[in-house]
T-cell receptor, first 110, second 117 residues
Framework: KNEVEQSPQNLTAQEGEFITINCSYS?????LHWLQQHPGGGIVSLFM???GKKKHGRLIATINIQEKHSSLHITASHPRDSAVYICAVRVNFGNEKLTFGTGTRLTIIP | EPEVTQTPSHQVTQMGQEVILRCVPISNHLYFYWYRQILGQKVEFLVS????????KSEIFDDQFSVERPDGSNFTLKIRSTKLEDSAMYFCASSESLAFANTGELFFGEGSRLTVL
């Protein structure tokens, strides 16, 4: 059974701080997604990773397949980054089921 | 920008009633999904749908649930006889490519909150 663990569960930081959210999983995967869930509940896909690193604006996602670990970084954090960040993994190509982590609630204080 | 739309945004129903949640995926997408999130818990996969049939479903997706693509645009989730534990936010999603093998992008709707009394 694949478990997806995220840390921290909650994170409060000052505007401008560099943020790191971690995700670990227990079995080999074919892809990992980072998602953002807004306070109203809507979900937005941020990244899909199968190796290496991706960058989009102030967001950077990395994955280490051997260590079964991924990180999401936010540079120059802003109050509008406040949301729940969710890691989700897919085990096999052709297997469409995603297994989700519990999420990290990020609050950026102005 | 294209988006996935869901209706209703919130539905309150009595236990035992049938509920249909509707989704309009992005028009050129081929793969459709339903997920649910019970309040305070993880998002859970329910079902995936491709080429007018279910391609994968979770153990949650029992005989009370069904999905349908009744026309070229809508994708529906039906719960035949709702239970209290069906209260959750239900998210529809769609993607262009098979199992995220290419661009990997998955587009979610804003969710339909179902409250069963």
């Amino acid at each position: 059974k694949n478990e997806v663990e995220q840390s921290p569960q909650n994170l409060t930081a000052q505007e401008g701080e560099f943020i790191t959210i971690n995700c670990s999983y227990s079995v080999g995967i074919s892809a990992l997604h980072w998602l953002q869930q807004h306070p109203g509940g809507g979900i937005v896909s941020l990244f899909m990773l199968s190796s290496g690193k991706k960058k989009h604006g102030r967001l950077i996602a990395t994955i280490n397949i051997q260590e079964k670990h991924s990180s999401l970084h936010i540079t120059a954090s802003h109050p509008r980054d406040s949301a729940v960040y969710i890691c989700a993994v897919r085990v096999n190509f052709g297997n469409e089921k995603l297994t989700f982590g519990t999420g990290t609630r990020l609050t950026i204080i102005p | 920008e294209p988006e996935v739309t869901q209706t209703p945004s919130h539905q309150v129903t009595q236990m035992g009633q049938e509920v249909i949640l509707r989704c309009v995926p992005i028009s050129n997408h081929l793969y459709f999904y339903w997920y649910r999130q019970i309040l305070g818990q993880k998002v859970e996969f329910l079902v995936s749908f491709y080429n007018n049939e279910i391609s994968e479903k979770s153990e949650i997706f029992d005989d009370q649930f069904s999905v349908e693509r009744p026309d070229g645009s809508n994708f529906t989730l039906k719960i035949r006889s709702t239970k209290l534990e069906d209260s959750a936010m239900y998210f529809c999603a769609s993607s262009e490519s098979l199992a995220f093998a290419n661009t990997g992008e998955l587009f979610f709707g804003e969710g339909s909150r179902l409250t069963v009394l």
